[in-house]
């Protein structure tokens, strides 16, 4: 899902035939790490036990990720209906977001990485510390973020309640799937607020750079921006 | 006079196919069956009766798959046979057990069998095990009305050498691999009349004649320990094995509570107190119909009968003296007259109940360690009393949802000759791990295992969530050179070379989720997902515009008409 953002890089360093030359190397390269395992371990039996896992989601331990509750209450008859649907999901943001920010490639890589975060069959907390880390990267848009109060305090609050409610659930067996799941929940919403909170200040100090600051019309009055 | 050349030709034809009918088929075999009874007091007081109803028929097994070949069945259950021939069986076990058999005090059992359902079956060299097997499993289930369609290829198992074929074996290439040995446990399942009824219905005399007319429900089941055994294995028709016949032998071992009698000290059992039904013949078409009595003193206390037996004897089972008390209904009934046979009771004088009953050599116990719904372990004790050591298989079958670590396995005491371990696959096969221990003399050997829970989706729960899930009885199997304990039949006094003994099965718990919960959790996520779309597609489809002044909203433009806000608009 990064190939976007490295193409567009690619293709300004080195114009066209550099990314296509790019996109080659990688195919290659994974074709012979396919090739490798091949050999290794004798079959192509390997894919469906690594690839085949994350698509079809056979595992439901729970984890920090939307799907495990998901896939564990979904009725049967639905089941390949709603994976389908999940995993278009996750991949469906690349183009749009591409086409958005299509001078801006380290940002996009930066909202890609925070979606992966999100909607990745397994995710774990880890997923989040390599785009949280980026953020600083736009610490000049920060003046311009609608929800940091609010992602804030959802982000300690399930860091503090996840475990919380794990060990009731598992190990004291007093409460409920119900509460880890809220949290699961919870914490997903915090990230969904976040990124869309970041891509917004991205845009609104795009603007005033494009338009100049300070943002005031002809008597003098600030204007507000909204999305039309 | 036509209708008189009719049966004219009619009459020959029959005289004709009778002489020579015989002649043709197959089926006119010897078959010799043979019924015994045997009871003995067991060291707690309760009364144990082990029923053993045989047939023996002079037919190869391996006539019996092409169906022309067999055209009277006789005594023997044409259902079954057509069972054992349809999907190729070489020999079949399957015990239908209520209870767990207590080995530290009442000894080894006559037919180990573990609680619940077992069904394990060696197939013929040229079967496709793989195929027959789930057909074998629901014709059993069908035959005896038990839920036995629970088995599926993820409670399948094939043990490598712990279930090695009871009966004769056909040819050289069994004795190397076990992929036609299926075996298969359902520690869940429970044993009730319905299945009781139709195993009656395989016995020649059912419940009409013979020991058979003991049966009755109530009382069967008011009891300890019940168990229900049907064994169908090829057999050695003479000392060389030159003929081979196939045996039919089913089984019913029953433990009674304590007999008391108004003296608590006393106690005083008839087969009229226990079974509730009169004895009044003997199976015409058993060749030996017996009733057996094992009067041996214990600690002690003597064992007396109220009648005479028609022979008694001492029989020496693995160094032990037995005394034996054979009551022969044939002798005992009077087949013109039909009486009723006299009464028989047994009693003791003074029994003691706190006799220390003598350990027998080998015991095994299981239980389960750790707690909260995550990590769990099995944790098995083997004690050997012997003073010898003793070499053991050990045979343990775990479902794949009780993922286990099997570097975290543990042996103390005992020495690991060799492993063999099967790993799970999700939902399609689970966890086998067959050990060869060797005991060390008058030692507690301790194995343990840890795992841990998987979570299964919530249409993979059984109806009752919270009761858990079952782990199958290990199984512990051994070769005994001498066996006090043992209760041997006089039926079958040949050495009892094979000990098989099952420890419990365990009851685990997994963590459930909430299955009030489908369409909620599907909104809840759904709405997650679309909050994260919907920003996404507003941030790429719009761009970013000034904002016009926004209109005002008609309740504040009422009210400054009205004059209570101010006339001017505010900016």
Redesign the interface.
């Known amino acids: 899902m990064l190939l976007c953002p490295l193409l567009i890089l690619a293709h300004r360093r080195r114009g066209l035939l550099g990314s296509v030359v790019y996109v080659m190397v990688t195919l290659a390269w994974t074709g012979l790490l396919f090739c490798g395992s091949h050999y290794l371990t004798g079959s192509w039996d390997f894919l469906s036990a690594t690839h085949g896992v994350i698509l079809t989601v056979p595992d439901l331990t729970p984890n920090v990720g939307l799907f495990w509750y998901f896939f564990t209450e979904a009725f049967e008859h639905f089941r390949v209906f709603f994976l389908c649907v999940f995993q278009i999901n996750a991949f469906l943001y690349v183009l749009p977001l591409s086409f958005r920010f299509s001078e801006h490639p380290v940002f996009l890589a930066y909202v890609l990485l925070s979606l992966m975060a999100l909607f990745k069959s397994y995710p774990s907390v880890g997923d989040l510390a390599l785009p949280l880390s980026l953020l600083p990267l736009w610490s000049h848009t920060f003046r311009y973020l609608r929800y940091t109060l609010v992602v804030l305090c959802m982000f300690l609050m399930t860091s503090v309640l996840c475990p919380v409610f794990w060990y009731l659930w598992i190990h004291a067996g007093s409460a409920n799937a119900n509460f880890f799941f809220a949290t699961t929940l919870a914490y997903s919403l915090a990230q969904v607020f976040l990124v869309s909170d970041v891509m917004y200040s991205f845009l609104v100090h795009r603007y005033d750079l494009c338009h100049g600051l300070p943002r005031v019309d002809s008597h003098g009055h600030t204007i507000a921006l909204a999305l039309r | 006079m036509a209708a008189r050349r009719w049966d004219w030709v009619q009459l020959l034809t029959a005289v004709f196919l009778h002489l020579t009918l015989p002649c043709m088929c197959q089926g006119r075999a010897e078959q010799s069956y043979s019924e015994a009874l045997f009871m003995k007091f067991l060291a707690d007081g309760r009364v144990s009766a082990t029923f053993d109803f045989s047939t023996v028929w002079s037919v190869h097994p391996l006539l019996f798959s092409n169906p022309g070949n067999v055209q009277h069945y006789g005594i023997f259950p044409k259902s079954l046979a057509e069972v054992v021939a349809h999907y190729h069986v070489q020999e079949l076990h399957l015990t239908l057990t209520q209870g767990q058999w207590r080995t530290r005090v009442w000894g080894y059992p006559a037919h180990p069998a573990p609680p619940g359902a077992e069904l394990w079956a060696w197939f013929l060299p040229e079967a496709d095990s793989e195929k027959e097997w789930p057909g074998l499993v629901d014709a059993m289930s069908g035959l005896l009305g038990a839920h036995l369609n629970a088995i599926d290829s993820a409670s399948s198992f094939q043990p490598l050498v712990s279930f090695r074929p009871n009966g004769a074996i056909l040819s050289k290439d069994m004795s190397n691999s076990s992929a036609l040995l299926r075996y298969a446990a359902l520690p869940r399942e429970t044993v009730c009349t319905e299945n009781f009824t139709p195993w009656t219905k395989l016995l020649p005399c059912g419940t009409a004649a013979g020991l058979g007319e003991l049966f009755e429900a109530e009382s069967l089941y008011d009891c300890d320990y019940h168990s229900l055994g049907l064994h169908f294995t090829p057999h050695c028709l003479d000392d060389g094995c030159g003929q081979v016949g196939v045996r039919l032998s089913l089984t019913l071992t029953v433990v009674f509570p304590p007999p008391v009698t108004s003296n608590p000290s006393i106690l005083e059992w008839s087969l009229k107190s226990l079974f509730h039904r009169p004895l009044t013949s003997a199976c015409p078409l058993a060749f030996s119909s017996t009733v057996t009595v094992e009067t041996n003193s214990i600690d002690g206390v003597q064992v007396s009968l109220s009648q005479t037996p028609s022979l008694t004897g001492t029989v020496e089972v693995a160094g032990r003296r037995r005394d034996r008390a054979v009551f022969d209904l044939h002798s005992l009934t009077n087949s013109t007259t039909s009486k009723p046979l006299p009464p028989l009771s047994v009693s003791s004088s003074s029994w003691a109940y706190h006799i220390m009953p003598e350990q027998p050599e080998l015991l095994v116990s299981r239980h389960l360690v750790g707690?909260?719904?995550?990590w769990g372990g099995l944790a098995t004790e083997i004690t050997n009393s012997a003073p010898h050591t003793v070499e053991v298989l050990y045979l343990e079958m775990v479902p794949w949802f009780f993922r286990l670590y099997l570097h975290t396995l543990s042996v103390s005491q005992a020495t690991v000759l060799s492993q063999h371990y099967v790993p799970a696959k999700?939902?399609r096969r689970a966890h086998m791990l067959e050990l060869r221990l060797s005991l060390p003399p008058l030692s507690t050997s301790y194995l343990s295992l840890q795992f841990r829970r998987?979570?299964?989706?919530?249409?993979e729960h059984k109806p009752d969530a919270h009761h858990g899930f079952y782990i199958n009885s290990a199984v512990i199997t051994t070769v005994l050179s001498e066996c006090p304990n043992c209760t041997s039949l006089a039926a079958q006094d040949q050495d009892l070379a094979v000990l098989r003994l099952y420890s419990e099965p365990l009851l685990v718990s997994l963590?459930?989720?909430?299955f009030s919960?489908?369409y909620n959790?599907?909104c809840?996520?759904c709405t997650?997902?679309a909050?994260?779309?919907g920003?996404?597609?507003?941030?790429?489809?719009?761009?970013?515009?000034?904002?016009a002044a926004a209109k005002e909203k008609l309740l504040t433009r009422i009210l400054r008409r009205i004059g209570v806000l101010s006339k001017q608009k505010s900016?």
């Open positions: 707690s909260g719904h995550d999700d939902r998987a979570h299964l989706k919530w249409t963590p459930t989720p909430d919960m489908p959790v599907i809840f996520v997650v997902i909050i994260a779309f920003s996404v597609f507003n941030l790429t489809t719009r761009t970013l515009q000034p904002a900016d």
